[in-house]
C-alpha cells in the first residue's frame, strides 16, 4: 500500500531516525578491551532518566514480561505474600505471573479502566502489623486501558504504615515518557521494555532496582539463572555481561538515551502531556469517552477510546489498517471489541497525532458512526495552537 | 525536535521503505561480468513507467536540470530556433538554459499561474511554414505554481501545423505521478529526475527519448561528453555505463520502479488525483486560492496556495518548521512570500495528506490568519470518506 | 582506526549484507491481522534447518542461556537426575545452571579438549535400571576448546540402553553451520542462539524441541512464564507470540533462513568444513596445536589454538585488535592465555578466512612467536586452491 | 555465494560503516533555513582535505568525469590551446573530452605505464613564448596504469618558464589518498569524485579551484548551465545550491571528510604508502612486474599486475569474481587482458590487503600460473609486521 505505514499503537513506538541509524551496525566483539567504554555509558544514562541515584539497572535481551520475571525471581521468594491489583490486562498478567511463580498473592479487583486503589492498600499495609507483605505490585501505566496509577500515592501508603515490603512498579509504557522518580518515589523494582519510552525495537527488558531491592537480593531463593541479579552484577561491575548482549539494541539503546537526555526528560513529559490532551480533546469532539474512568487516571501515552454498544471497535482497527495504513492498538481480553486504542507515546509530535486523529476519524466514518468530519482534528489543531510554543512571528506580534 | 520531520515539499519526495532498504548496500564493481543483469530491467521498467516503446531511456548522476541539458545538447544546435514559455520559475530557468546555450529562443510569457499556451503555440507552428523551429519546449507540471499544461494539446498543435520540431518536456515533477504517455503524446525529449515521482533522493537526471530524437541527435552539434547519447548508447547496449554510475541510487531505482509497477502506474496517478483533490477542498474550505489560474491547470502533485496580501507566507513555512517539524515548500522568486507550496506526490497516503494540511492549518493560526481550526481537514476527510474504497464493514453493509 | 574490523570470533558472526538490509525496518503491530503471514514461515524454515519434522520451534527474545534455561524449565522437574559432561566453559556453565536449578546432576569431568564422553554415558544409561535419570544433556559444539561431539553417538547410547531420558543438546555454535539432525538423532530439545550460524545479531534465543520433549513439558513443574511452551504455543499456533516479539530480529532471522535454505544445509556443512581444514592446515603448518586432543572432534565452526607456554595468548588477541582491527577470540576461563580462538562459522568464505590467518600470523610474530610468515597462510591457500569447485579456465583446460 | 564480497578495484572503494549509516537518512528541504549549517562545513573540510586555502570548492552530483567537464566548461574557451599527454585509459578519455569540445590540444603520447612527461612539458613550455597555452592537463594518478606523476614537477616546469597557463589536474584516484597540496603545487582545477579517497557511492563530481581559474572563469566563453561556477557560486554563497544536491550523497561526505580529518591526512597518505608497498612486495615475491615502468611512478591507490603473455589476465579476474567472491579490477583498452588490478585506496587496512593478495594468488593458481602459494602474502605480512607500530607486546620487551 502506497505511503507511509502509521503506527499508534502503545508499543513497539516508532523508531527515530537516529536511533535507526545507530542500528545500522556491523557485529562486534562483546569480549573486547574497548566493549566496557561502549556499555557503562548507557547504564548511567538509564539510570538517570529513572531518576535512580542509589541502586543500579539490569538490561536484558528479552522484553517487558521477562523484566517483571527478573523482578520476582531475584528478590522474592516462593510462598512470599504478595499486594496486588488488577484492572487491565498488563496487571491481569502480572497477577498472573506471580500466582504461577508460586507468591501468596492478595489480589485487589477493580473495574477495568481504574487505577491502583491506593486506599484499599494503605489499609491492607496498615492491616500488616506482622509485615507478611513483602512486596506490594503497581501498574503505574495500565496500556489496556490507558490508565496511569498513583505510585507517589503507594509509596505515601507504606510510608505511612512504616511498612518494609518492596515497591514494585510495571513502568513499560510509562517510564521515559510520563512522570517517573524512582527515587523519590521509592520504587524497589522498576520495569520497562525497549519498545515504548525508550523508542526501540523490542527485545530488551529493562528493570531499575533500589538499593533496597539489592539487599532483599541477598535472600530470595527463587531458581534464576538467565535472569540472575548475581550473573549479571559479576559481570556488568566490569562492563561485559554473562552472556552475549543484543549489542545491536544497546546501540540503539545508546543513542535513544541520549535524545532523551538532550530534549530533557521533564520536557519529554510535558511533551507527552500536551499530546494527549490533543487527543483527548478530540475524543470529547467526537462525543465518545475515555476508557479511563477519571481525569485524574487518564494515560498521557495512550488512550483506549469506547465505541458505542452497536459498534465493533475491531471494525475501525481493520479500516484503518486495510485502507489507510495505519495501526490502532485493539482491545485486549474483555475490551476486545470496545475500544480503540491510540499510542501517543515515544517518538511523536503534533503532525503525527493529527494523523492518527484523521485516520480514527475516517475510519469510524467509514464504519457508520456518527462523527462529524474533522471534529476532533479541530479540537486537538485548536489545542494545539492554544498552547504552541510562543516563537515567530505570532509571539513577536 | 521530537518526532518524524514532516515532509510535503515537491521534491524530494518521501522515500519508501523498501527503496531505503534497497540503498543500504555495499559498494560493487561496475565493470563486473553480472552488473549488465542488474543495470537492464532498469532501463526497461523506466521506459514502461515513461510508456517509451520506441525510443531508449538515459540514466545521468546529475539532476533534473541536468536532464534538461542533456536533452538540448544531444538533439539541438547552436543557433537553432526553438518555442517556449514562461509561467513560472522552473520554466523560467529552462528558457535561461537555452538562451545561454545560444539557441534562438521565441519565448511566450505567461502570467505566473497559468499554463502552456497551447493555442499561441499552434498559431505560432502554423506560422512557421518553413519549419525554422527545432523544437517545441513545454513545463508538463510547473512546480513553483502547482500547474499541470496540456502535453497531449501541445502534440495536437504539431501535428495540426504538420511541423516537425521535437517535442521536449519537463516531466520532472509530473511522470511516475500524473498521466503521462510519450508514445501517445509523441514526446521526444522527456526529462525527469529521482527525487519527485521516482521517490528516491535527488542524484539522477533520468531522460527518456523519441526514436525520433535519436534520429535529431545525428545532426546535434553541441559539444558534449559527460551528458552525450553516443557514449552513453555504446556502453547501456551492453549493460553499462561510459563513467562510473551512481549505482546506490540506481538500487534505489530499481526497488521504486517495482513499487510504482506493482501499484500500476494508472493507479498511482488515480492515487494522486484523489489526494491532491483533498488538499483542494481543504484550500476552498480554508477560503484561500491556488496559485493555478483554472481548475484544468490544477496539479495533482503540488498546490501553490495563495496568502492573503497582508501576510507572509514565509512566517507560515518557518512556523510549520521551526514548531511542527514540517517542511512546507516556499514560494520561489516572484511568487516568494506570497505562497506556501504542499508537495502530495510520490509516497502519499490520506493520513500523510491530513498531517500537511493540520500543520498548515496550525501554522496560519499561529502566524495570525483567520482560519477555523479544523476546516481544511474536515474537508479533506470528507473527501477521503466520500471516495474511499468500499471494503470492509461499511461496504459489507 | 582505518579499514574495516575484522570479526572472528565464534559468535557474533558476520551479518550477509541482505539480513542487514532486511532489519533497516520501521517499527510495526505485532497484533496486525497480516502479522502471522509474516511469522508462520519462519518457523517452518528454522524447522526445515534443524531437521525438526515432528515437534515444534520456540523463539525467545533472549539469547542461548535463556533458550538452555527454557529447555530445563519447560520438560524437567525439580530434583529431577541428569546426566552431564564438562569439558570447556560452556559445558560448564550448563552444569552450573542445571545445578542451580536444583536438578540432581550426575557430572561426568573430561579434560578441556575432549568431547562428551559416549562410553561412560552409556555406561551410566545402561546402569540405570531404574530410569532415574529423566535427561542427557550434550553440549555438541564446546565454542570454548573448538570440540564438536556426537550427539548421534548419545543417542546410539540411549537407545542401546532402551532408556527414555531426554536428549538435551546445546547446538549454539553447530546448529546452522555443521552437520546436525534432529530427527535422525532423536534430539529432544535442540538449543540455539541468533548470533552464530543463523548470522544474525545476538537477542534472540532458539529452541526446537521434539514430540516427546512437549509429551515431557505436560509434567514439568518449574515455576515459568517467560520461557513457558504453554504460553508460546497458545499464541504461536495463531501466529503471535505471548508478548512483544523482537520483530526487527524475526525480520533478519527470516532472510538469514532464506540464505541458508538457498545455498542448501547441506552445502553449508561442507563449506564449513573446507573453510575450518584451511585453518587447520594453517595451525600445522605454524607447527602449533589445537585444543581439541583428537581430529575426530575438530570443530568446524571454531578452533582453539593453543600458543606456547612463553607466550600469553591474550597478547595475540589484543595486538590483533589493537593493530590490524581484527578481533580473534580469548580463551576463556581455565583456557584464558593459554589459546586464542578462531570463529570460521557463518557468512565466511576463503578471502575472509585468509585475513584472519593472515592477521594471526602478523599478530603472533609482532609479540616475538617464530612463526614463519605467509606459513598458514600458504598452507591455506593450497588446500583451496588444490579442493576449489573446477570452472572457470582451469577447468576447462 | 556464502561470506561478503570482496571489492579491490580502485573504485568504488569499501565504505565505511560510518558512512553508510550516515547514508541511511530519510530526505529533507534543500531550501530549509537550517540547510546551511549542513553544507557549510562540507565545503571547508574539502578545502582542507585537498589543501586549498584560497579558491573554493564545487560539488556536483554527477562523476569524475563530470567534474573534468566542468573544469574545462568554466576555465577555458573553444580553440584554446591545451598542453596533454596520454599514458593511459583515463589520460586518454580526457584527451578525448578536450578534443570533443573543441579545444587545441598538444598532445604528448607516452608508453602506457609511463607518466607525465614533466621535461617534455617544460620544454613545450619554455618554447610558448607567446604564451598560446592556456592550461595544462596532468593526470596525477592513472588509475589504469597504476601511475602516479609529478605534479610537483609540472609546476616547477611552469614556473621555471615562467608561464602563466592553468595546471588542470585529474585526482580523482590520489586526491584523499596520497599526497596531494594544491596550494603548495599550484593546481587551478583539481579534478575528484566521491567513490575513491572519498569512500563514497559514486554519484558526486568534486572540482577545487585555485583563485586563479575563478579568474580565469570571467572570460571562459563555453556554454554552460548545470557544470557553471557562476550558478553554483550564487547559491554556494548562501550554503544551497542552484538545483537540488544530492543530499544523501553530502550527509556521507560530510562523515567521509570526518574520518579522513579525524586520521589526519597525512597519516591517510602514509598509511596507503604502506599498504601500497605491502602490495608491491606481493608482486615481486611472485615474479611478476608491474605496468608502472619505473618505482617513481608507482602508485599508492592502485597497482596494475602484468601477466605472463600466455595468460589471458581476465580469466584471473573472473576467478576470482565466481569462486572467491572477490572483485578484482581489469585491465582497460590495450591493457585489457594483459593485467589485473588490485585497488587498495581507501577505507583499507592490512587485513584487506592480505584478502586481496590471497585471493589473487589463489586465482592466479587456479588459472595454471606458477605462482607459489603463500609467496605473496609472505612478503606482504613480512613488510607489514617490520613496519608495524610498535605498541603491545612486542614493543615493551
Redesign the interface.
Known amino acids: 500500500?502506497?505511503?507511509?505505514?502509521?503506527?499508534y499503537?502503545p508499543?513497539?513506538?516508532?523508531?527515530p531516525?537516529q536511533v535507526?541509524?545507530?542500528?545500522?551496525?556491523?557485529?562486534?566483539?562483546?569480549?573486547?578491551?574497548d566493549f566496557p567504554d561502549f556499555t557503562r555509558p548507557i547504564f548511567d544514562k538509564i539510570a538517570r532518566l529513572f531518576k535512580n541515584s542509589t541502586g543500579r539497572v539490569f538490561i536484558?535481551?528479552?522484553?517487558?514480561?521477562?523484566a517483571?520475571?527478573a523482578a520476582i525471581q531475584n528478590t522474592l521468594s516462593?510462598g512470599d505474600k504478595v499486594l496486588m491489583s488488577r484492572f487491565g490486562q498488563f496487571s491481569t498478567l502480572w497477577v498472573?505471573?506471580a500466582t504461577?511463580?508460586?507468591l501468596d498473592v492478595e489480589v485487589i479487583d477493580c473495574e477495568w479502566g481504574e487505577g491502583v486503589p491506593v486506599e484499599k492498600y494503605a489499609m491492607a499495609l496498615k492491616a500488616d502489623k506482622n509485615h507478611e507483605i513483602k512486596a506490594v505490585f503497581a501498574t503505574h501505566n495500565e496500556t489496556a486501558t490507558g490508565v496511569t496509577s498513583d505510585i507517589k500515592g503507594v509509596r505515601a501508603a507504606l510510608d505511612d504504615a512504616n511498612h518494609p515490603a518492596l515497591l514494585m512498579v510495571d513502568g513499560v509504557s510509562s517510564i521515559g515518557s510520563i512522570e517517573f522518580d524512582q527515587d523519590a518515589w521509592g520504587v524497589d523494582c522498576a520495569v520497562s521494555?525497549s519498545?515504548k519510552g525508550f523508542m526501540l525495537?523490542?527485545?530488551l527488558g529493562i528493570l531499575s532496582v533500589s538499593k533496597w531491592a539489592l539487599e532483599a537480593h541477598k535472600t530470595a531463593e527463587?531458581?534464576?539463572?538467565?535472569?540472575s541479579f548475581e550473573d549479571m552484577i559479576a559481570h556488568n561491575d566490569n562492563g561485559y555481561f554473562?552472556?552475549?548482549?543484543?549489542?545491536?539494541?544497546l546501540h540503539g539503546l545508546n543513542t535513544s538515551c541520549d535524545i532523551l537526555l538532550e530534549?530533557g526528560i521533564e520536557n519529554?513529559w510535558a511533551?507527552h502531556n500536551r499530546l494527549a490532551t490533543g487527543v483527548r480533546s478530540a475524543v470529547d469532539a467526537w462525543g465518545l469517552k475515555l476508557c479511563a474512568k477519571d481525569p485524574k487516571w487518564y494515560s498521557d501515552t495512550v488512550s483506549a477510546i469506547v465505541v458505542p454498544e452497536n459498534v465493533?471497535a475491531r471494525?475501525v482497527i481493520?479500516?484503518a489498517?486495510?485502507?489507510?495504513?495505519?495501526?490502532l492498538?485493539?482491545g485486549l481480553a474483555k475490551l476486545m471489541g470496545k475500544v480503540f486504542r491510540i499510542g501517543h507515546l515515544g517518538?511523536?509530535?503534533?503532525?503525527?497525532v493529527?494523523?492518527a486523529l484523521?485516520?480514527a476519524?475516517?475510519s469510524m466514518?467509514?464504519?457508520?458512526m456518527d462523527i462529524?468530519?474533522?471534529?476532533g482534528?479541530?479540537?486537538?489543531?485548536?489545542h494545539?495552537?492554544d498552547t504552541?510554543?510562543q516563537?515567530?512571528?505570532?509571539a513577536a506580534?
Open positions: 500500500m502506497a505511503g507511509y505505514n502509521h503506527l499503537i508499543g513497539p513506538t516508532n523508531v531516525e535507526r541509524m545507530a542500528m545500522n551496525v556491523c557485529m562486534q566483539d562483546m569480549r573486547a578491551s536484558y535481551p528479552s522484553s517487558g514480561t521477562g517483571w520475571e516462593p498472573d505471573m504461577r511463580y508460586g521494555g519498545q525495537p523490542a527485545g527463587y531458581q534464576r539463572t538467565f535472569f554473562p552472556y552475549t548482549p543484543a549489542t545491536q539494541l530534549e519529554v511533551r465493533d471494525h481493520s479500516r489498517y486495510d485502507v489507510y495504513n495505519t495501526s492498538g485493539s517518538w511523536m509530535n503534533e503532525g503525527m493529527t494523523t484523521s485516520v476519524e475516517m466514518i467509514d464504519v457508520g462529524e468530519a474533522g471534529s482534528v479541530a479540537a486537538a489543531i485548536r494545539f495552537t504552541s510554543v516563537t515567530g512571528t505570532k506580534a
